[in-house]
Structure formats: C-alpha cells, structure tokens
C-alpha cells in the first residue's frame, strides 16, 4: 500500500522551529521529485518547497526561503522540512507530495500543486 505519513507538527512559539517528517512506504522516494504544500484555513493549498528526485534541484517559496530546508534520506525512504524562524503566518497545515518523473520543473511541481501521492498533513501552528 502507498502511502506516506507526515509528523512532526506542533504547537511552536514566533521565532522557534520545527521539522517535519514524511515516511514513506509502498514506494521508493529516490526516483521521485518530493514537495511540502501547506494550506491554512479559509486559502488555497500552496507550494512551500520542491525539489528533484536527486535533490540536487531545489525550490522554495519566496515567503520561506533563507528560513526552511527541504532534504531527504533515501535509506529511511523519508523526506523532511527544516522550519527555522517560524513567524504567525506560517500556521498551516502541511501536506508532503511525490512525483514520479514527468518533465515538469520544481518550480512548476510547487507552483501546480501536482503529487502523485499525498500525505493526509500534520498541523503546524506558530503562536505566542
């Protein structure tokens, strides 16, 4: 069975940091582009971080750049979301995707929202 499973979401205060984990299982993430998408309530589903299936590529958002860290460990068929100075805004629930190669760009796997197979989110909050 397919799936992968996000964790590592909490209650953080302004300025603090978190990581996500997204396990996967039922697939092997290295031949996969990865994303995290993060969708707050009452917006859209947006495009936080993408990058290629050898993570030599690598897109972020310009609203978390300099501030998150997207990697993955193909040994533990896991991909995570380094979240540094975490602000309000960044209060979100935050979804992780792959993508089996298809010619599209990180860019454009972010920007599109496209996933193959996604995780059901883990809650992020940043709050005082």
């Known amino acids: 069975q397919v799936q992968l499973v996000e964790s590592g979401g909490g209650l953080v205060q302004p300025g603090g940091s978190l990581r996500l984990s997204c396990a996967a299982s039922?697939?092997?993430?290295?031949?996969?582009?990865i994303g995290w998408f993060r969708q707050a309530p009452g917006k859209e589903r947006e495009g936080v971080s993408c990058?290629?299936?050898?993570?030599?590529?690598?897109y972020y958002a310009a609203f978390v750049k300099g501030r998150f860290t997207i990697s993955r460990d193909n040994a533990k068929n896991t991909v995570y979301l380094q979240m540094n100075s975490l602000k309000p805004e960044d209060t979100a629930v935050y979804y992780c995707?792959?993508?089996?190669?298809?010619?599209?760009?990180?860019?454009?796997?972010?920007?599109?929202?496209?996933?193959?197979?996604w995780g059901q989110g883990t809650q992020v909050t940043v709050s005082s």
């Open positions: 995707a792959a993508l089996p190669p298809r010619g599209i760009s990180v860019q454009a796997m972010c920007a599109t929202r496209t996933g193959r197979f």
């Open positions: 990058s290629s299936s050898s993570n030599s590529i690598t």
């Open positions: 039922g697939f092997t993430l290295d031949n996969y582009a």
